[in-house]
């Protein structure tokens, strides 16, 4: 094996992926039957994820406050800015996009399946709120990660009060979570094989020809966002070169995103590239499942260019304010956004009916929004995703580097700043 490339012979998992991707595609235009055949491991390897990123986001977020030491900063409150933030940035981005490119579309799509939406605002806080005030048990089967996140708080908080011995346990239980975490996340280039091979076996990409305007717009202000908007954050956060961890963390965080389609899933894999960067683990199993709620840029955009491209069709005047308030209403939206594949769609009659189009005409968009999703949905949540430890990173480094890595010995690797070991690879 001594011919082969160095990252050929001892592949990190990385690359793995990659390879994992171009069999996937070579399976399918070889042999479609075949590929379609594979479609489990796929299957197999998102369902081991979504059955153990809600056990995670519970025990890590009760096990970080209950052993929280007093008077240490964890910077949750400059990452949940960031996280809004960026989702308004997102959105306005969106907006801009749309006027620059206005999109028409062919609002006759017949729709096939009954599909229900918020009515307004008020409905997406009640839900919210419903979310926040769940069942634990209940939260933990339908992966309510707002509901999870209420009562991981409370428990750490309860638990601070408790002795030594218990906050231990608590804490050794979170490390054997983690540890079942890196073994599935270990299956990532079997899933991605198998998830590429099955989706191009059975849509292929030819339905999405008729609809290339509308995908170029949103992949382009995604990709705006991904490359300019958000190094410009971290630049102005922590004042060095962003691209090192922007480009990390879309290489490790981002591509399995791409391909699960879920933020939820793919908080183990921000879990642990937050660990190889070195980031404090408090701050981390905290705000990793804060932002695969609330930080959701490609949602935003994904709402308000397909708001936008219904209004342009229907040959609705738009004024400056009136788009304004879309961002916002679109960001806020986007927050309430479900971290499941299509999440976002849903929330797109929500921002439609600022412009008074009816919920027929609104849930054509949607509809149309389904059929891009293939490369739509995929490309939003690894934007999401990636971006979450993005701003994790930036608002660590911002004050103090030393603040903001965990101990050598803990974190498998050396203090220093997060945005500067970010090019050193994984």
Not at 34 to 56: D, H, R, Y
Not at 138 to 145: E, F, I
Not at 312 to 337: K, Y
């Amino acid at each position: 094996m001594s011919f082969l490339p160095a990252f050929l012979r001892r592949p990190s998992l990385v690359t793995q992926i990659v390879i994992g991707l171009v069999a996937g595609v070579l399976l399918a235009v070889v042999s479609p039957r075949a590929a379609a055949s594979v479609s489990l491991l796929g299957t197999v390897f998102i369902s081991a994820l979504k059955a153990v990123a809600p056990v995670l986001v519970l025990v890590l977020v009760a096990a970080s406050i209950a052993n929280h030491r007093q008077g240490k900063d964890t910077r949750i409150r400059p990452i949940l800015g960031l996280y809004l933030a960026g989702t308004v940035l997102a959105a306005l981005v969106g907006v801009a996009a749309s006027f620059m490119f206005p999109i028409t579309l062919t609002l006759d799509v017949p729709v096939e399946v009954a599909l229900s939406a918020p009515g307004g605002i008020g409905e997406v806080l009640r839900t919210l709120v419903l979310q926040v005030f769940d069942n634990p048990f209940n939260a933990l089967v339908n992966a309510n990660y707002i509901g999870l996140l209420a009562w991981g708080i409370a428990t750490g908080l309860a638990l601070r009060q408790a002795g030594e011995g218990t906050r231990q346990v608590l804490s050794d239980f979170s490390q054997a979570i983690t540890r079942v975490v890196r073994m599935v996340i270990r299956l990532a280039p079997l899933g991605v094989f198998g998830i590429v091979a099955s989706i191009l076996a059975e849509s292929g990409l030819s339905a999405l020809l008729d609809y290339a305007h509308l995908l170029a717009v949103l992949l382009g202000a995604m990709l705006f966002v991904a490359l300019v908007a958000n190094p410009l954050v971290v630049f102005a956060m922590t004042r060095r070169n962003p691209y090192p961890l922007v480009l990390r963390c879309l290489r490790e965080s981002g591509i399995t995103a791409f391909f699960t389609r879920s933020s939820a899933a793919n908080i183990p894999v921000n879990m642990e590239l937050c660990r190889k960067l070195g980031l404090h683990q408090e701050t981390c199993s905290v705000a990793v499942p804060l932002g695969a709620t609330v930080n959701m840029a490609g949602a935003a955009i994904t709402i308000s260019v397909l708001s936008l491209a219904a209004v342009h069709t229907l040959g609705i005047q738009v004024d400056l304010p009136t788009a304004l308030l879309l961002s916002v209403v679109a960001a806020i939206s986007a927050c309430g956004a479900s971290g499941v594949p299509g999440g976002s769609l849903l929330l797109i009659p929500l921002a439609c009916g600022l412009f008074g189009i009816s919920d027929d005409i609104a849930m054509q968009v949607v509809a149309i929004g389904f059929i891009v999703g293939v490369v739509q949905d995929s490309a939003e949540t690894g934007l999401n995703s990636s971006t979450d430890v993005v701003f994790i990173a930036a608002a660590c480094g911002a004050t103090s580097a030393r603040d903001a890595v965990v101990d050598g010995a803990s974190a498998g690797g050396v203090p220093g700043d997060a945005v500067s070991q970010a090019g050193s690879g994984a």
